[in-house]
């Protein structure tokens, strides 16, 4: 195939192509975070019903979490060899099994049990799904489309958090679990449906022999590394937030009911706008003048969440959610354009810290919200951005692999 052959057939914006694997994989993102995160508002109903502390109900979005983290990198050694579409496809499909039974546990250690098989499962879709950009999207279409899926995943986490939330107010928590597993067969199908075929995919059959050399290849890199630990960063403080954000609205002086606390999952449209407008700007401008430019929005709306003032709180967390995932979206296409090799190891890598924070930083914060209330969550996810921040302006020094690379 001649180079003009090569670059005709990757999957630019305004094909077809691109609105159909743009609607799958905003359906891949929407099941993928509706399914995870859709316990995060019932952790104080967990609570009551379990007899739990904050840290001890975090865990039931955790064992989730820790789960994907390590099943991330087993899952990019399939997908090298079965391809992408096919481990995606039954990676939504057991998932969103796995959360209709999670209505039936009978006790929390059986429902801990079955999150964390969830998570599993859930391995192979993230990673997956930003290899599968990186491979089959023109490289000037990359951040459009990651800024899509990733839209998609802000719509599933807004949606899973007000589903459970409103369903467990008026009916239960087991309802709510089983209403957002239907809801995520039908992604599942959808998803199948609509997104095309591999046309850049070449299977790799060394499998498990490549992963030691792709770990070395990957954190040699002198950027890659900085990536991982940044989305480890990012996503620790974005889901401790949200995570300790309920407890604080239900109590005094707030006393919201568990309905009103879900709604503040609508933040999450603010999500959707910001990665597809992060995207387009880091393909205008350079993911590295734009990356730590997007964080100090994270780092202002934390900072107005101090106040006991409801509308600035409300505004806090806005400019919380909206600075995330415009973060998320450039770290994340930055990683598919930074690996020359080995996409789906390279992005598993990212994600396996992304969902490694979220376990890490999201249980130890609850210890936080234990001794210091609210200020003491402030202080820790305070430094976590601290560091992020650094980590960002020191990614802005990177010198580009190529000169298509910014």
Request: proline share 3%.
């Amino acid at each position: 195939m001649s180079l003009s052959a090569a670059a005709i057939s990757h999957i630019t914006v305004g094909s077809p192509e691109f609105k159909r694997s743009s609607r799958a994989l905003f359906f891949g993102g929407f099941s993928a975070f509706a399914l995870l995160y859709s316990v995060q508002p019932l952790m104080p109903v967990l609570s009551h019903e379990f007899a739990l502390s904050a840290a001890q109900s975090s865990m039931v979005l955790s064992v989730s979490t820790g789960a994907l983290a390590v099943s991330l990198v087993a899952s990019s050694a399939v997908s090298e060899r079965l391809g992408r579409k096919p481990l995606m496809v039954a990676a939504m499909v057991i998932a969103a099994l796995l959360t209709i039974l999670c209505a039936f546990a009978q006790s929390y250690t059986q429902l801990l049990a079955m999150r964390a098989t969830l998570g599993v499962a859930l391995g192979g879709m993230p990673a997956i799904a930003m290899a599968y950009l990186g491979e089959e999207m023109e490289p000037t279409s990359l951040g459009v489309s990651m800024g899509l899926y990733i839209s998609g995943s802000a719509f599933g986490g807004m949606a899973g958090r007000v589903i459970s939330s409103v369903l467990s107010d008026h009916f239960s928590w087991r309802l709510a679990l089983a209403a957002v597993g239907v809801a995520g067969l039908l992604a599942a199908w959808e998803f199948w449906r609509s997104l095309p075929a591999s046309r850049h995919f070449v299977p790799v059959h060394s499998g498990w022999r490549a992963l030691p050399s792709g770990f070395r290849l990957h954190l040699s890199d002198a950027g890659l590394p900085w990536l991982f630990v940044l989305s480890f960063l990012l996503m620790g403080s974005f889901i401790s937030l949200y995570n300790y954000i309920a407890y604080r609205l239900l109590a005094a002086p707030f006393h919201f009911s568990q309905s009103l606390v879900g709604a503040v999952s609508f933040m999450y449209l603010l999500g959707i706008y910001g990665s597809v407008w992060a995207g387009r700007l880091a393909d205008r401008y350079g993911r590295r003048h734009v990356l730590w430019a997007v964080m100090t929005i994270m780092f202002a709306g934390l900072l107005l969440t101090l106040s006991d003032w409801l509308p600035l709180i409300v505004v806090g967390v806005a400019l919380f959610t909206y600075g995330f995932f415009a973060s998320h979206s450039i770290a994340s296409s930055w990683v598919g354009r930074r690996a020359t090799s080995n996409k789906a190891l390279a992005s598993a890598l990212y994600l396996f810290f992304y969902y490694l924070g979220s376990s890490v930083v999201g249980s130890a914060t609850g210890v936080m919200w234990g001794r210091g209330g609210w200020p003491g969550v402030v202080l820790v996810l305070g430094f976590t951005l601290t560091l992020a921040m650094l980590v960002a302006l020191r990614l802005r020094r990177l010198a580009p692999l190529v000169q298509a690379e910014r």
